[in-house]
């Protein structure tokens, strides 16, 4: 049996090796962080162009609305829906992360002692290139410098596929420079002239040149670590998956040839069946070239008990460790030197690559409640009132996308509307509000709770004005653009059936996505038709459409996930929603009138159930309080002045259950 892994004892084991900064690479960096320092654009130019990053006169800087747009339009809709929901979950992770760091007081003699959390205005986020992209690292920084607020996010990653522009897209990068390497940390950290501004602070893995340059700008600006090689041990018992061992093993090795991956297990039978799991895999993986070499870094250790390799893996301190064993959770809770923990056969060390590093994966309940409303745009503000009027007292720093309530365990989560339904879906958070429209385009399945009435608009085929008398039937096969495809899809697809079956050769409409200003592809040239929310119609008609079909009509809701685990907190909150929706239908009429004409008045104002009445110190005489319908007070109080009624007043409500 070939070892895949050379064995060694306990006592054999390696120091894990510390010094980060290769001294032959950082020479190498050196002059080439100096000239972009005091040369700025020019140096940075001539590196890109030598390194074959850029032609020769190429762009430096791919921007958001552009360059980084088309990227993201140019994948498929399965790449898009996958970049989309990992981002969610990082963006999930991150604003739990964010509100578990707060500002503090202490009182001292004479006043008060304490910090306050702030982001840095501009980061920096460096993500590898090459051969083998990591997109993952554009999400895991860019995604985390907006939840803590930063203003600016600038990525750099040398020769980017379409892959990572669209993550630097959807991670709200603002540009993303198409360079790696020192000259890409040095240009982060000191800017390009006019090209680029500095960055306050620079993160993300690199290669060796990277680490080196990052070691010569530390102090110019704050940066994250410097990263040595990646380290990964595996603790298995026999009961343990051979085949999943060898897979998280040979994960950890393809990253570099310089990895180092580890295996300490209970018996020797269970070490060659890795060995032989690790042969049979590495034969077909795309990067063997690189995995290979970086096994031969590595070892696997056999040791009498799960308690000896726990206090191995405290000795060397490793980057990742995994647990595949019995009782991990126990074992876990043990362990205190690890830079990530990873309990349990499913929690794969690639899951860390997707949720931020230093932590422990594993299943875990938040006591707080999880409310999502959106961060921005038309119903930002209408959702603050909801928010307030059921009670919730919180603080929101700036630019901080995550509040703490401080009078009820619920946490508020501000995000991009049209994530909210699958935040809900997915269970990452437990009630929120958004578009019917989304969630529909969303596909997922929440309860919903409480139609809010506002936002209110049509989802419709808009098509060009001097087409508006055309059937529906002449759309089928067309070009379509819109933000709503699965919408689409599912409106044209028995429409293209249809057309399939009558002519006997397979017919379907062309849809395209589109984020923004959809109403203008038809006069662009881009479609025939589009699928759009109209509001007013006044920007429909400014662009020359008219509507052909309603698909939906829509306005914002209040969703909840079924499978909440705080589902009277729940009730609660849509109890006081409701309430307050309920207060700006009705208002309190209070009057006083004889009990002569009382009849005539309990039929103007006969309140929910029946008005409140009180006798007045004169005894034919009764103040009488009822709820009326906001919008017919002024009918109301003709009508019961009319009667004789006098001293009428009316109040406005905050809130109610009725």
């Known amino acids: 049996m070939v070892h895949m892994l050379r064995r060694l004892k306990p006592e054999e084991i390696p120091m894990i090796r510390r010094d980060p900064v290769d001294s032959k690479a950082r020479l190498i960096a050196e002059p080439i962080v100096d000239a972009v320092r005091t040369e700025g654009e020019a140096a940075v130019r001539r590196y890109a162009e030598q390194f074959g990053e850029i032609q020769p006169g190429g762009k430096l800087i791919l921007r958001r609305e552009v360059e980084l747009r088309e990227a993201y339009d140019s994948i498929s809709a399965d790449d898009r829906a996958c970049i989309e929901r990992t981002a969610a979950r990082i963006r999930a992770f991150a604003a739990a992360q964010r509100a578990s760091i707060s500002a503090l007081k202490v009182p001292i003699p004479g006043g008060e002692a304490g910090h306050t959390v702030e982001p840095v205005e501009a980061a920096g986020c460096y ?70 501004e500095a960055c306050d602070a620079v993160v993300g893995p690199g290669n060796q040149y990277v680490t080196a340059a990052k070691s010569l700008v530390a102090g110019r600006v704050a940066i994250d670590m410097l990263a040595g090689p990646s380290e990964c041990l595996v603790i298995a018992d026999d009961d343990a998956d051979a085949a999943t061992v060898a897979k998280d093993l040979l994960a950890q090795a393809e990253h570099d040839p310089q990895a180092l991956p580890a295996l300490i297990c209970l018996s020797e039978a269970f070490a060659a069946a890795v060995d032989a799991q ?217 429409l293209d059936d249809a057309a399939s079956a009558q002519t006997g050769t397979k017919v379907q409409t062309k849809i395209k996505v589109l984020g923004g200003s959809v109403e203008a592809a038809c006069g662009l040239g881009l479609a025939d038709a589009v699928i759009d929310l109209v509001e007013t119609g006044t920007t429909m008609k400014a662009a020359g459409l008219c509507m052909l079909e309603t698909l939906m009509t829509t306005e914002a809701v209040l969703i909840s996930n079924p499978q909440s685990k705080h589902p009277e907190l729940t009730r609660r909150i849509i109890d006081r929603i409701q309430g307050y929706m309920d207060s700006t239908k009705y208002q309190l009429i209070n009057y006083n009138v004889s009990r002569e004409v009382l009849p005539a008045a309990m039929k103007i104002t006969p309140g929910k159930k029946s008005p409140s009445i009180l006798p007045l110190e004169r005894g034919d005489w009764v103040a009488v309080h009822a709820m009326v319908i906001r919008k017919e007070v002024p009918n109301i109080i003709d009508e019961l002045c009319a009667v004789g009624a006098t001293d009428i007043i009316v109040f406005a409500l905050a809130n109610c259950r009725v």
């Open 278 to 494: 690790l042969e049979a895999q590495l034969a077909v993986l795309p990067t063997a070239d690189i995995a290979s070499v970086a096994l031969k870094n590595g070892y696997t250790v056999v040791v009498g008990s799960v308690e000896e390799a726990a206090a191995i893996s405290d000795r060397l301190a490793v980057e990742h460790v995994e647990l595949h064993i019995k009782n991990a959770m126990q074992v876990g809770m043990r362990l205190k030197h690890y830079g990530g923990l990873f309990i349990g056969g499913n929690a794969a060390e690639v899951l860390g690559d997707y949720v931020p590093s230093g932590i422990s994966t594993r299943g875990n309940s938040d006591e707080r409640l999880l409310i999502a409303i959106p961060k921005k745009g038309r119903m930002h503000e209408k959702c603050l009132k909801f928010l307030e009027a059921a009670g919730l007292e919180y603080e929101r720093p700036d630019r901080v996308d995550v509040a703490l309530c401080t009078n009820m365990p619920i946490k508020i989560v501000f995000l991009p509307a049209s994530d909210i339904a699958m935040f809900v879906g997915e269970g990452n958070v437990d009630v929120g509000i958004t578009g019917e429209d989304i969630i529909a385009e969303s596909e997922q399945i929440v309860h919903v709770n409480l139609k809010l009435g506002f936002g209110k608009c049509r989802l419709g085929l808009q098509v060009p004005e001097e087409h508006k008398g055309q059937p529906l039937s002449a759309y089928v096969g067309s070009r379509i653009v819109t933000s709503f495809p699965n919408i689409a899809a599912k409106f044209f697809k028995p």
């Open 127 to 196: 993500a590898p290139g090459g051969r083998y992209p990591l997109p993952s690292s554009v999400l895991m920084t860019g995604i985390t410098a907006r939840v803590a607020g930063c203003s600016r996010v600038v990525v750099a990653s040398p020769r980017p596929s379409a892959i990572t522009m669209a993550a630097a897209y959807v991670a709200e990068a603002d540009v993303l420079l198409p360079i790696g390497g020192a000259h890409a940390i040095a240009t982060l950290a000191y800017g390009a002239g006019e090209l680029l």
